[in-house]
């Protein structure tokens, strides 16, 4: 039922890029007009964000330099460094379709594409990321932690402009959400509000989490230091991680331990945070 919602463009192969990004853009501009029609008083929203836009990634890139453009940065400077980095790094183009996709297929509230393109401060943070990432990878590292900050003001998250992300990213809610500087976010990954991937603070070098492919990461849960939480994994809502979490294991408690039970085969798809079997007598240990 979750691939379903979007038929053939939750998953798009290499040969069908292009034949995907029309039907996304296609489908967005559809629910633009239709929006337009419904609260005409939102209009310079809906007609400046996509119905005037020439492509799917101009609009996100127009509406995210939007949303940052402030007295000291205006929004065409933004403008011209997502175009920038979208000619040097086609992963940025490839990344934020991925995670509007994750958002549409793994958020019950999300009805439409247009919801978290225009809206979600989630995924208007990791297509922030991406911009100051590449920033800061090509030595402009003063520009990067300025649109850093200003994201975190506008957002309510911190990511640091070096933290490795991949695609199909799902934040949802974010408020709270902080990723420090060497960590990395595997594809596939859902997490939500509250999350810390932070250091231990006595640490140099590789100091932050790495997440592994589709794992999910419960909302206000703090993982601490380099350690890896391993593909498919769960971390449940308030959990303190200090030691790794091998693959396809739920955890749970402070500090987190295994809880028995199945984990779902694709947590950060399901996005299933009912942990029946949680419950102290079910812990690998005695409390």
């Known amino acids: 039922m979750l691939r379903s919602r979007l038929g053939h463009?939750?998953?798009?192969?290499?040969?069908?890029?292009?034949?995907?990004?029309?039907?996304?853009?296609?489908?967005?501009?559809?629910?633009?007009?239709?929006?337009?029609?419904?609260?005409?008083?939102?209009?310079p929203l809906f007609l400046d964000s996509i119905i005037n836009q020439p492509t799917f990634e101009a609009a996100m890139f127009h509406r995210i330099a939007g949303r940052l453009k402030n007295d000291v940065i205006s929004q065409s400077l933004i403008l011209q460094a997502f175009h920038r980095a979208a000619r040097e790094m086609k992963e940025i183009a490839e990344?934020?379709?991925?995670?509007?996709?994750?958002?549409?297929?793994?958020?019950?509230?999300?009805?439409?594409?247009?919801?978290?393109?225009?809206?979600?401060?989630?995924?208007?943070?990791?297509?922030?990321?991406?911009?100051?990432?590449?920033?800061w990878t090509t030595g402009e590292r003063d520009f990067a932690l300025y649109l850093q900050s200003r994201s975190s003001e506008v957002f309510q998250t911190d990511i640091h402009p070096a933290a490795r992300i991949g695609k199909g990213i799902f934040l949802d809610h974010a408020t709270g959400l902080v990723v420090g500087a060497t960590a990395v976010i595997e594809d596939g990954v859902s997490l939500l509000q509250d999350v810390t991937l932070g250091g231990t603070g006595k640490e140099c070098g590789e100091r932050h989490p790495k997440i592994r492919r589709g794992?999910?990461?419960?909302?206000?849960?703090?993982?601490?230091?380099?350690?890896?939480?391993?593909?498919?994994?769960?971390?449940?809502?308030?959990?303190?991680?200090?030691?790794?979490?091998?693959?396809?294991?739920?955890?749970?408690?402070?500090?987190?331990?295994?809880?028995?039970?199945?984990?779902?085969?694709?947590?950060?798809?399901?996005?299933?945070?009912?942990?029946?079997?949680?419950?102290?007598?079910?812990?690998?240990?005695?409390?």
């Open 95 to 135: 990344g934020l379709k991925a995670d509007i996709v994750a958002v549409f297929e793994r958020d019950p509230a999300c009805d439409r594409l247009i919801e978290p393109f225009l809206y979600f401060k989630g995924f208007h943070a990791i297509q922030a990321h991406r911009l100051t990432h590449w920033l």
């Open 215 to 287: 794992a999910m990461i419960g909302a206000g849960a703090k993982i601490l230091g380099n350690i890896e939480v391993g593909e498919a994994a769960r971390v449940a809502a308030g959990s303190v991680v200090l030691a790794p979490v091998p693959p396809h294991t739920t955890v749970a408690g402070v500090p987190a331990r295994p809880v028995r039970g199945k984990t779902p085969d694709e947590p950060a798809r399901s996005m299933d945070q009912i942990l029946d079997e949680l419950s102290y007598e079910r812990f690998n240990y005695t409390i």
């Open 9 to 43: 463009l939750s998953v798009v192969s290499p040969d069908r890029q292009d034949e995907g990004s029309d039907e996304l853009w296609s489908r967005l501009r559809r629910e633009a007009e239709e929006a337009y029609a419904a609260a005409p008083m939102l209009a």
